[in-house]
């Protein structure tokens, strides 16, 4: 279909419009600064909610994490596995604390229903790897956030 | 040119030929970089800045890359073809360069040295007609790479040349009316004399002034010819994927792209010589001259260096002007391209030589 456009005479030589056209290229060129960062040695800074790289909390060493299973029930990629076990003093904790992270969609609603603010989600975003999918426990708590 | 040639003309021409070779292959590393870096400031990013200095060496590792990749034709081209037509595409590009004067001449004992490789006594039809050869390289890579993209971009780009070969040789046809040769020595030549003296500045007689209509005319042919957007149709990533170079790779794609670049070399270098006094001195520049005490006949080497530059200069300019349009300027639609070089282009053409026909017989001009 045709649309009808009010063009004007002048518009209709095109010549004008080029050099207009021109001249605005050129102030980019001149007088704007690259938007673009130098990504390795430059990095956006991100705001403190953004949701990263998954972490468990731990406080002197032991992880916060009660195996309440709160947070495999309400993640919606069920990319959480949890095998909860006994510690001698009677507390519960788990034995195996598995994301499969190529499930899990950083909706963060593991964090949220944490009574515990054991799982966490830190601001790191660089998790391209070649062969760690499935995140155990150990790695899982390095402490990686600062939350 | 006299039949007879010496020692020393056959040094000197090959000296001029070695020069002109040289300096056009080294156009194409630094016009990818200039391309690359200038469409990234126009568009407000980096570019390629990692490699040597602002990024310069990038084209060099770029050809090591295209020199050292796998070089082997997929099964359902025609491989004779196929492997000819990147030559075909490069070497006119190249032959066209010959008829093209960069200086003007240097005394040499009794030899007097032209700084063009041939003056030939038909340069302007020698050139247009070895541009128009560039199209068989991209039809004959087009049809033997056989697939259906790249055949639409070499009917694309037959249509596109031939319709604005016309409308070009139209708008010179001007230039030649005034000048009244089609020898590109006298052409530029002739463009010394002063036109209009405005008290201290004198408007030289640059073919630009006396034909407007006719540069803006050859101008927008150029970028047709070449396959520049705005008219880059037979390329045309986003429609045809990339037209007549998609099953090229390595070198031979190379050679296509070495093709498109000293194409818009020659390209500016002819609208510099017809249409902006060639290697007329640059405004100032004569003034320069005279002030630094190295005229007259013994400090030829100083006019012949600065006409050099001169002519440098400007043809500096039209390539980062085809650089500058082509991120300014989106790609025409198929039909607009022929609407303005059918309907607008060549009936503009032909009034452009009646008008200066008309200021002939009138004794303006």
């Known amino acids: ?147 | 040119m006299n039949a007879e040639l010496d020692t020393f003309d056959l040094i000197a021409m090959g000296l001029k030929i070695a020069v002109v070779v040289v300096m056009l292959l080294q156009v194409v590393p630094i016009m990818v970089w200039v391309e690359r870096r200038g469409s990234a400031l126009l568009q407000n990013r980096l570019g390629p800045n990692r490699i040597g200095p602002l990024g310069l060496f990038q084209s060099l590792v770029d050809a090591v890359k295209m020199m050292t990749k796998e070089d082997r034709a997929t099964g359902h081209v025609n491989p004779f073809y196929y492997r000819l037509a990147p030559l075909v595409s490069l070497l006119p590009a190249f032959l066209t360069f010959a008829a093209i004067p960069f200086a003007s001449h240097i005394t040499m004992g009794d030899k007097t040295v032209q700084f063009q490789i041939a003056d030939l006594n038909v340069g302007l039809l020698y050139i247009l007609s070895v541009t128009s050869l560039s199209v068989y390289g991209i039809i004959m890579g087009s049809w033997a790479s056989n697939n259906k993209y790249s055949m639409l971009g070499g009917l694309r780009s037959t249509a596109q040349m031939i319709s604005y070969e016309l409308s070009m040789g139209l708008a010179i046809i001007g230039i030649v009316m005034i000048f009244g040769s089609i020898q590109m020595g006298d052409i530029a030549t002739a463009q010394g004399a002063t036109l209009i003296q405005l008290g201290p500045i004198a408007i030289p007689k640059w073919g630009v002034f006396l034909q407007p209509l006719g540069f803006i005319i050859f101008l927008i042919c150029t970028y047709a010819e070449t396959n520049r957007l705005p008219f880059d149709l037979p390329e045309g990533e986003s429609e045809i994927v990339a037209g007549y170079h998609l099953e090229y790779y390595s070198m031979m794609f190379g050679m296509f792209m070495m093709a498109e670049y000293i194409n818009m070399t020659v390209a500016s270098a002819f609208v510099t010589t017809l249409y902006f006094g060639g290697w007329q001195l640059l405004p100032g520049m004569t003034f320069l001259l005279t002030h630094s005490g190295l005229e007259g006949m013994n400090f030829e080497w100083a006019r012949v260096a600065l006409e050099a530059i001169s002519f440098v200069l400007k043809v500096a300019f039209f390539m980062w002007l085809f650089v500058w349009v082509r991120w300014t300027i989106p790609r025409f639609r198929y039909d607009q391209v022929m609407h303005l070089g059918w309907k607008v282009l060549l009936p503009l053409s032909l009034l452009n030589i009646l008008i200066t026909g008309f200021l002939i017989y009138l004794k303006v001009l």
């Open chain 1, 1 to 147: 279909m045709l649309v009808k456009r009010d063009v004007k005479a002048l518009q209709n030589i095109y010549l004008i419009e080029v050099l207009k056209g021109l001249a605005i290229t050129m102030k980019h060129m001149l007088f704007s600064k690259a938007v673009t960062i130098q990504y390795p040695e430059e990095r956006r800074n991100y705001s403190d909610r953004y949701r990263g790289m998954h972490y468990i909390k731990a406080t002197n060493g032991v992880e916060n994490c009660t195996a309440c299973m709160l947070c495999p029930t309400v993640c919606p990629a069920e990319c959480i596995h949890i095998v909860a076990g006994e510690r001698p003093d009677k507390e519960k904790y788990p034995v195996k604390f598995e994301i499969d992270i190529l499930r899990c969609c950083f909706c963060g609603m593991c964090e949220e229903a944490c009574p515990k603010d054991a799982i966490k989600l830190s601001k790191i975003y660089e998790m391209s790897t070649s062969k760690r999918v499935v995140y155990d426990k150990d790695y899982l708590l390095e402490q990686r956030g600062h939350k």
